[in-house]
């Protein structure tokens, strides 16, 4: 019985470069294995790699594609990531997204055309981020209060939203619905003064405001008092309680601001690309895509801005490889790999593993 | 590594027999060259305080742990055992203090946890005949259908006794069985080991409570410091002998005790009383008051209402009635960020579960309770540079060692997490201040420097309420000492006339008085 065992031991604290590079150095591990099972599958993986950076990456109108696809997963990303540094899990990007773009749309409607342009788009925004903040606090309250399990709470609010855009849309003549649409119920267009800005073809100004949020983000974790709190609380609760800190509030204020953003994610689609509450192109699983994305940054909002570029170049690249005969899986496999070998990277970064006898490993234990 | 399962058993042999077993962990011997004989028939009494190598030595003996010197003899034949498999082959088990079921299994499903003969195919009709035909035997009262997470502590503590009775064992470990029992089911437990008994089995009983020692065991074994320092049978046994041996010891560091006037009385608890875990109650009718530059000291075994009561003192759990004034103040329903400000310092009892943020690095711990005042925080801006030059200063104040950058204070060792939270409670200059076993695990330089501290603290006017097991440290640092039994107050010492064998009998639930 007497064997060897592994045993894995803390590494003090990672350097800046081992930050960077053990995550890209995942994405080429990833790279490497995804294209054995092109090999295997009997596929050319430097051909697919080629044609997936080319439809991704390769020109102007593909990154403009890109970058357009990657701003509302920024924002669900970050909106995880928040959550997430205090061990609380916000499943529910997806269904605060659909509630902030319901409520933004709205607003700029509401509001039309007589209002200035610069008013109608702050209000709409503001209106998706509040509303998303709201849809949150449906889960906060009982999760800070009651103990709810938030996973479960805000997974279920997802579904709530998604039927509650579907019924505006489809279900009756709501305020949202183009009423001249006779053949396909649709969303109404938002006035044209409700439209963001453009900056580079059809990239809306939406993208600088998701970066800037991700940045103040970072910058209120890192120096602020809450920021401090959050930390404490999601190493500790009880050390919270113990130092002093209201948990349920920390609770509460750190789902509300999660909510607020996926909220605003949702906004800047209706106000910068769809220009409308469009069913089709809002609920595509971006909320739980800003999960993956939020993961594989290990839950720093600034990696989120990459890595959502990243896996919003990705997904492009997969319809156009459908067309060469590739299946277009490989992107999700790849995005799959991604994952995995971040977060084995991160534990190898983090750990130390080697082999010791069960003698050792017995007197380390005791008291 | 054969069992000694049918070979002969002569009954001269005793059933069990440790010969010079010792152990040391870091260096630390927990075991010294200790004798024990354990006859058939028998049950047999561990007596010692926590970190006497009770539970070592029960873990020896159940092949948990390897002996660095000496021998284990069963029925008089050599043992070597590799792992509790080993020692349960050899008849051998042990009840640890940590129960080792699984929450959904019903009491029959356990029996075949981890049994040799289990096939493949289980049939729990079987199982629950024969767990039914064990509890008759014993006297054990349980139902075989049940599931565990339906079931009390002491229920669960008799599936694991019945579970080891299922393998047939002679010689019964429990470590520590009454400690998470009530009353009434440690009156349970008690016949069920009368009639494991009758039997001929032997059981080893591992206690720090003298009535339930006399109450059913055959002989005891006192252990100290890692020492066998006596043994007899129960039946003339003297209780204030026991208890002596028990908690005598030499005296390493004798410190202070030259005393200033006490001030205005700065903490009072009043009647308080305070539910356990378990729902029972921890804290009964507890009522005390500790002036300024005092340090009362609170004596008694861990488990006795002492995380509870400075839980409650500190705003951490619940108060059911009464009341707790602090300066003053009545802040008996007054959340745990009032009462710091209101000068409340705790060092508390569990150093890493809630004394830090384990995970976070040291300059982060040192402000935990101060970082929302205006020296480091600019409105709702932390300055990380006050905070990292506060950590600096407190660092060489309070001497912690061992921190590299962005180091989680997880990685230090005991005595330096000690130093950092009493670097951040007394650098608030707290009017009062509960220590919870402040040296408890430290080294001895350690324990001196958090000694000194808390002397320190009451020269400067600080009300101290020192909660310790260590008898010798209540008597070096405290002004009075209060004995602390199953949550009330049952006696009060002064530490200069300090009668180790009185004390010893209070801590143990045998005496109920004020002497002085």
Known sequence: MVGRRLVVERRGTPSLRARILFPLGSVLGAGIIGGLFLLAAGHDP????????????????????TLISATPLILTGIAVAVAFRMKIWNIGGEGQLLVGAIAASGMAIALGDSVPSFLVITASLAAGCIAGAFWASLAAFPRAYLHTDEVISTLMLNFVGLYLMNYLIFGSISPWRDREALSFPRGRLIPVGAELPQIWMRLSLGLPIAIAVALLLWWILRSSRWGFEIRVIGDSPLTGRYAGMSVPRTIISVLLVSGGIAGLAGAILVTGSTHSLAPGSLAVGLGYTGIVVAAVSRFNPVAVIPVAVLVAGLSNAGSSLQVLGVPSEIVVLLQGLILLLVAAAEFLRDNRVRLVSREDELETQAP | MDGPGDASRSNDAPAAELLGVSKAFFGVLANDRIDLDLRHGEVHALLGENGAGKSTLCSILAGLYKPDAGEILIDGIPQTFHSPRNALAAGVGMVYQHFRLVDTFTVAESLALGHPDASF????????????????????????????????????????????????????????????????????????????????????????????ILAVADRVTVLRAGKRVGQTSTANADPAHLARLMVAREFAMPELQ????????????????????????????????????????????????????????????????????????????????????????????????????????????????????????????????????WSTDLSERFDIRGVRDGMPVSLLSGGNLQRTILARELSQRPQVLIAASPTRGLDLAAVEGVRRHLLEQRAQGTAILLISEDLEEL???????????????????????????????MMAGHLRQTPD
Request: hydrophobic share 40%.
């Open chain 2, 121 to 212: 195919r289980l049939s729990p009709r079987r199982l629950e005949l024969e767990a039914a035909s064990l509890c008759d035997r014993f006297g054990i009262q349980l139902d075989p259908q049940a599931r565990i997470w339906e079931l009390s502590v002491g229920e669960q503590q008799r599936v694991e006794i019945l579970k080891l009775l299922h393998r047939d064992v002679r010689i019964l470990i429990l470590d520590e069985p009454t400690a998470v029992l009530t009353t009434q089911e440690a009156e349970a437990l008690f016949r069920a080991v009368r009639a494991i008994r009758l039997e001929g089995k032997s059981v080893v009983f591992v206690s720090h409570k003298l009535r339930e």
């Open chain 2, 258 to 389: 030259e005393h200033s006037t006490s001030g205005e009385v700065a903490l009072v608890a009043d009647g308080l009383v305070v539910a356990g875990e378990r729902g029972n109650r921890a804290v009964r009718d507890f009522s005390l008051q500790v002036r300024s530059g005092e340090i009362v000291g609170i004596a008694g075994i861990a488990g006795n209402g002492q995380r509870e009561l400075s839980e409650a003192l500190a705003g951490l759990r619940r108060v059911e009635s009464g009341r707790i004034v602090l300066n003053g103040r009545d802040v008996t329903l007054a959340n745990p960020m009032e009462r710091i400000r209101h000068g409340l310092g705790y060092v508390p009892e569990d150093r890493l579960e809630m004394g830090v943020a384990a995970g976070l690095p040291l300059e982060d711990n040192l402000v935990l309770k101060s970082y929302r005042t205006r020296r480091f925080s600019r409105g709702p801006i932390l300055s990380s540079k006050a905070v990292r030059a």
């Open chain 2, 475 to 505: 008597q070096a640092l405290s002004d009075r000492i209060l004995v602390l039994y199953e949550g009330s107050i049952v006696g009060e010492v002064s530490p200069g006339g300090l009668d180790d064998e009185q004390v010893g009998l």
């Open chain 1, 46 to 65: 430097l051909e697919a790699y080629r044609i997936v950076l080319q439809s991704g990456f390769g020109s102007d109108l593909t990154w403009v594609r």
